[in-house]
């Protein structure tokens, strides 16, 4: 298919877009946004996701969208977005909330609908040549945020298993110097099989995490 094989590629343009301008009313205000419990003061009914949707069952909707999708000047405009460099994520992401809002689905539904609406928007590139961006954020990068870095891992267990980082620092030697290090291959094979939560990549970048920092201070006040 010749969509762009990378998965993560970002028009670089896209993120200074997003951001808000400076000395706007949205940049300067922290607090401009409704306040808790706003939506129960309207009147009911007044929205249309309030209503019963339109559409209940999965594939009857996938359908609806798709059929929308078909049409030349349809597709026209969302190969226009996807061709300047718009996520299909993010294009997805509007359709299926597009459609709660208008009551067409509710909002369970509608985040079912994301899959199949993603992989038609990447047929659609697919056949006509475009490197499109599949995702709003790097999901590389996202999941590299949310893991525990490695020396606040070694911090802890400093604290609560010295006998385990001993094991660990003893490794990391091996690791880097095997053939000064009396047992040689066989060492290094027996240390990386007892050290099993660390791959061989990331024992090499790993330097001796300090015995105090910020993971220990929340460890005591735990």
Do not use: C
């Amino acid at each position: 298919m010749p969509i762009n094989p990378n998965p993560y590629y970002r028009d670089p343009k896209l993120d200074q877009d997003l951001e808000e301008d400076l000395g706007s009313i949205e940049s300067l205000v922290e607090f401009n946004e409704p306040p808790a419990g706003h939506s129960l003061t309207d009147t009911p009914g007044k929205w249309t996701w309030e209503s019963p949707p339109e559409f209940t069952v999965p594939e009857e909707a996938v359908d609806f969208v798709i059929e929308k999708l078909q049409p030349e000047e349809a597709q026209e405009r969302f190969l226009r977005l996807m061709h300047a460099g718009v996520p299909i994520e993010t294009i997805t992401n509007t359709i299926s909330f597009g459609g709660f809002t208008e009551g067409l689905w509710s909002v369970d539904l509608a985040e079912m609908l994301k899959v199949p609406i993603a992989f038609e928007l990447i047929g659609m590139a697919g056949q006509n040549g475009i490197d499109a961006t599949v995702f709003a954020v790097n999901p590389e990068q996202q999941r590299k945020k949310s893991q525990i870095p490695d020396e606040a891992v070694l911090s802890i267990m400093a604290d609560r298993r010295p006998d385990m980082y001993e094991r660990v620092q003893e490794g990391l030697r091996v690791l880097r110097e095997p053939e000064q290090t009396e047992g040689g291959e066989e060492a290094k094979e027996e240390i990386l099989e007892a050290v099993g939560f660390m791959d061989e990549e990331q024992e090499e970048d790993i330097e001796e995490a300090p015995q105090e920092g910020f993971m220990a201070m929340e460890e005591e006040s735990v």
